[in-house]
């Protein structure tokens, strides 16, 4: 299955008002990225045992950890989880800009040092959520 069609499987298994805040949050990101490379993790690992959410990413980047070795992952992410919706800003160098940046005026939402999960999309200003993802790309690419 192609990652366009896994992404919209994926999309089309949520409850009906996520399903529709996600397709809205999905055409926001392709629209601040329109040549970003998709991604599509299903959050299992080798095993096939499930060990997180599944993911929708956008763009790429190069990870680089502690012990030398690299991995190339997705800049921006978005996921279904039981409380709502995440979308995460990957391989920030500052842990707190997120959370001082757009944490007071993003809305309801919860911000760390690379996620904001939300209920609903009604529930946080699209303005400053759609800067937190330029934010992200700038300081990825």
Known sequence: MKIEEQIKAYIGSQPAAKADDMVSLHQTILALMPAAKLWFLDGKNEDGKIVSNPNIGYGQQTLHYADGTTKPF?????SANTAGISVYIMGLKDKDYLTQTFGK???KASVTSYCI????RADIDMEVLAAAINYGIASTS
């Open 117 to 120: 999960k939300f209920k609903k």
């Open 74 to 78: 997705y800049q921006i992410g978005l």
């Open 105 to 107: 005026t993003i809305g």
